[in-house]
């Protein structure tokens, strides 16, 4: 068993910037943000295999969010930029139990864990 804890949603100016984390309590092979908003599917915007360091982005994200982690620490971080109100949302941290692809790690469905969730909204 995984516990995620994310932290570092808020709200901010359209344009602006925030930084999540999310600390885990034990290992992984991948893991992502994903992201929910009312009447929206969730959305995978960005995963990190710790083998390997590759990385996955959405492109509705790509060139403003940047995942990166800390293996020491066991935490994984999103730097998000040029923030868009089309960006609020409540975001989750989630890891994935299993050797991930680079197909699966994409997914939503492939994640075991989730973290409870932080709420960031982006105001115009």
């Known amino acids: 068993q995984v516990q995620l804890v994310e932290s570092g949603g808020g709200l901010v100016q359209a344009g602006g910037s925030l930084r999540l984390s999310c600390l885990a309590s034990?290992?992984?092979?991948?893991m992502g943000w994903i992201r929910q908003s009312p009447g929206n599917a969730r959305e995978l915007v960005a995963a990190?295999?710790?083998?390997?360091?590759?990385?996955y982005y959405a492109d509705s994200v790509k060139g403003r969010f940047t995942i990166s982690g800390d293996y020491a620490k066991n935490t994984v971080y999103l730097q998000m930029n040029s923030l868009k109100p089309e960006d609020t949302a409540v975001y989750y941290c989630?890891?994935?139990?299993?050797?991930?692809?680079?197909?699966?790690?994409?997914?939503?469905?492939?994640?075991?864990?989730w973290g409870q969730g932080t709420q960031v909204t982006v105001s115009s």
């Open positions: 989630a890891a994935g139990s299993t050797f991930a692809t680079s197909s699966s790690m994409r997914n939503p469905t492939f994640y075991d864990y």
């Open positions: 034990g290992r992984s092979y991948v």
């Open positions: 990190i295999r710790w083998s390997g360091g590759s990385t």
